[in-house]
């Protein structure tokens, strides 16, 4: 679980596949003197596992399912790339609930503001703007952002300066991929609308506020 703040931006030192896996090197002193064998860390907001570290460098794999499901397809030998460790459930969740799960990758479409604060507009898919709603939560590249607008093939979201200064989106240029994963919360709703509500021994009904209200979510 991560919360979509990111600690550090990595450089990539090299991304290779092996008959099943990808391993994917990352150059970051700031935090790969504290990662270990096993951990999980956030790659431009997708969960992987350490598989090695030292020497302020550490690898990852990661399957072909993920690869499929993201932008690494673009990755090279001097990529930019957000990292965070996974959360620690004594601390403050600052950001939102991020599972580190990408649903699929968008592209910017204009970059546009002041210098020290830009609005992004990005076009994707129908599957993946059906659960991104105005004002809600987003991970972008694995930084947590507050959309602003909703539309059937796109959305935009606001980058503050600290934003810009510390990620890779404020290297970002038209046409370019960014990650998506959007709010958990609305893949569940989607999924008790699509399965219904069980009617206590009779055939499934089509979900109600009736039917939340008695499965107490009034």
């Not at 204009?110 to 076009?123: E, M, N, Q, S, Y």
């Amino acid at each position: 679980m991560f919360t979509g703040l990111v600690e550090a931006v990595g450089t990539v030192r090299d991304f290779s596949k092996t008959e099943s896996v990808f391993r994917l090197s990352v150059e970051c002193p700031a935090i790969a003197p504290e990662l270990k064998f096993g951990q999980s860390v956030a790659v431009c907001g997708a969960c992987l596992t350490v598989v090695s570290a030292g020497g302020g460098v550490f690898a990852v794999e990661m399957m072909p399912e993920t690869y499929a499901r993201t932008r690494f397809s673009g990755l090279t030998r001097g990529s930019r790339v957000n990292l965070e460790r996974a959360m620690r459930l004594d601390g403050r969740l600052e950001g939102h609930l991020v599972l580190g799960h990408v649903d699929g990758t968008a592209a910017l479409e204009k970059l546009k503001g002041p210098p020290d604060t830009k609005t992004a507009w990005f076009r994707a898919p129908e599957s993946l703007t059906r659960h991104i709603v105005g004002k809600g939560s987003i991970a972008v590249d694995g930084v947590s952002l507050t959309v602003i607008d909703a539309e059937k093939d796109s959305f935009s979201v606001g980058l503050i300066p600290v934003t810009l200064e510390n990620s890779t989106l404020g290297l970002l240029k038209p046409g370019d991929a960014v990650n998506i994963e959007t709010d958990i919360v609305g893949k569940y709703v989607e999924r008790l609308l699509k399965r219904g509500v069980p009617d206590r021994g009779a055939a499934s009904a089509a979900l109600t506020l009736e039917g939340l209200c008695e499965l107490g979510y009034g």
